[in-house]
């Protein structure tokens, strides 16, 4: 429960005039009287809770709704473990639209320093707030013995897995200083 509080209490919140919501931001008010409003900047992924479970929170008795939790985005190669090296990114597109190729080039990538204690590397994953999108084309290139790069690629054979590519490679590249550049 603690965790719950920090999330709901910690996140930047401001108030929200000729609004009605309940005293709590992303919670559902279960009477029909106005309550003063809050709103916050925080987006992401809605979750149901049936709040019967919890102790009430600052007095409020009955009180359901939804509460948003956002996904850094993040690419991974061992499940549950981020890749804290940058890629570059190279994008083809076929004529019509129909189909793409994402091709991610990692040089000296961190998961060759924790792979012998966390494990193999067993595919591609973007993580995101809409889920998960991976691949098993990855390759691992070596130099002197040595594993120096790790090239990854991620094929869209339809324009809406391409869309949910670019939604993905958005957020990514927001939080991680990257911009696109055509060439």
């Known amino acids: 429960m603690a ?3 920090s999330l709901l209490f910690s996140s930047p919140i401001s108030r929200c ?3 009605k919501h309940s005293h ?3 919670f559902a008010s279960s009477s ?3 309550a003063q409003s809050l709103c916050s900047s925080f987006s992401g992924q809605t979750l149901r809770l049936n709040c019967s479970r919890w102790a009430p929170l600052r007095g409020a008795s009955h009180m359901a709704g939804a509460i948003k939790m956002m996904a850094k985005p993040a690419i991974q190669f061992i499940q549950g473990t981020d890749e804290q090296t940058i890629p570059d990114v190279r994008l083809t597109k076929s004529r019509d639209g129909t189909n793409g190729m994402a091709i991610f080039t990692f040089e000296q990538p961190s ?3 924790s792979s012998s204690e966390l494990g193999d590397i067993t595919g591609f994953y973007m ?3 809409e889920g998960v999108l991976q ?3 990855v ?3 070596f130099v002197n013995g040595k594993p120096a790069k790790i090239e990854a690629k991620y094929v869209m054979r339809t324009p809406r897995d391409w869309d949910r590519f670019m939604r993905f490679m958005e957020r990514y590249s927001n939080a991680n200083g990257l911009q696109f550049v055509k060439n």
């Open 32 to 34: 029909s009287v106005p």
């Open 111 to 113: 998961v060759f320093d």
């Open 17 to 19: 005039p000729n609004r």
């Open 127 to 129: 993580i995101d707030e």
């Open 139 to 141: 390759s691992a290139k």
């Open 135 to 137: 691949s098993v084309d």
């Open 3 to 5: 965790t719950v509080h």
């Open 24 to 26: 709590f931001p992303g």
